[in-house]
């Protein structure tokens, strides 16, 4: 049995009109990976909430959900198998950095629930769409007393570019990095306790399943993909900058090309 990984934002879903014909074709391959009898799993920065939209939105399959970069783990029936919080206190003093500095938005979770906040200046197209996604995930209804009373296990930021990402993230890092690990994501910065990945997210999968490490592949796009390729066969994209490319031993265009070559291995 062999297990792929596959990050979802910007890798297996590009958010491109090209993205969604290779969607079509990245599921696929997941299905006939499956049928092989392999394991398929993603992991993403994500909540388990938010990739089950998309699960709703574009059919996408998995054996298992490492979520919120390590932080969290569950099946594809909804078991919960992992969860780690960051500390309350220590979760508290990076909230107030974040409104000190007035990001764009946050999302604080315990990677079901959560809390949702933005200073976004609202269009009436991006007002209804939030609308209806408060609506949709009333799980996101928390204020923000309720999120950081429950366990925070991850803290995610939207930063304006994906150059203020990597150096919030260094800031975190240097100001909390005893006890948490934030990685930069595109223009996001996902914040987790300290000694989470994905990667020790996905070696907690394969060894739930007697998997050798030398029969995992994982494919991502982003620092917080580099512990994958660090621990298992490491893919990434065209897309990934320079840096990425080289903790990487290929690069594919697709997901879906990715896996073909790993089955054949």
Not at 25 to 41: A, D, P, R, S, Y
Not at 132 to 145: I, P, R, S
Not at 190 to 217: C, E, F, M, R, W
Request: aromatic share 12%; glycine share 6%; with cysteine.
């Amino acid at each position: 049995m062999k297990l792929f990984a596959s990050d979802y934002d910007g890798t297996y879903w590009k958010h491109t009109l090209k993205g969604q014909l290779d969607l079509k074709k990245n599921i696929k391959m997941t299905k006939k990976w499956q049928k092989e009898g392999h394991l398929f799993v993603f992991a993403t920065g994500r909540s388990i909430s938010l990739i089950r939209l998309e699960e709703w939105l574009h059919g996408i399959v998995y054996d298992y959900i490492v979520g919120l970069n390590g932080g969290i783990i569950v099946s594809k029936d909804g078991e919960i198998l992992f969860q780690q919080a960051i500390e309350e206190s220590v979760a508290r003093k990076i909230v107030k950095v974040i409104q000190a500095e007035e990001l764009l938005q946050y999302e604080i979770t315990d990677g079901i629930y959560g809390h949702y906040q933005t200073t976004f200046k609202w269009s009436h197209k991006t007002f209804y769409l939030f609308k209806l996604f408060k609506l949709f995930f009333k799980e996101y209804n928390l204020t923000l007393e309720e999120s950081l009373k429950q366990p925070v296990v991850q803290i995610s930021i939207k930063m304006k570019s994906h150059e203020q990402a990597i150096e919030f993230a260094k800031k975190m890092n240097q100001e909390f990095g005893d006890e948490i690990v934030a990685y930069s994501n595109l223009r996001h910065v996902d914040i987790s306790a300290k000694g989470l990945s994905k990667a020790t997210g996905v070696d907690y999968v394969a060894k739930l399943h007697h998997i050798n490490p030398d029969q995992v592949y994982c494919i991502g796009d982003s620092f917080n993909d580099v512990p994958m390729f660090e621990t298992f066969h490491g893919y990434t994209l065209p897309e990934a900058c320079d840096e990425i490319k080289q903790c990487a031993e290929k690069v594919f265009e697709t997901v879906d090309e990715a896996m073909k070559f790993s089955l054949k291995k």
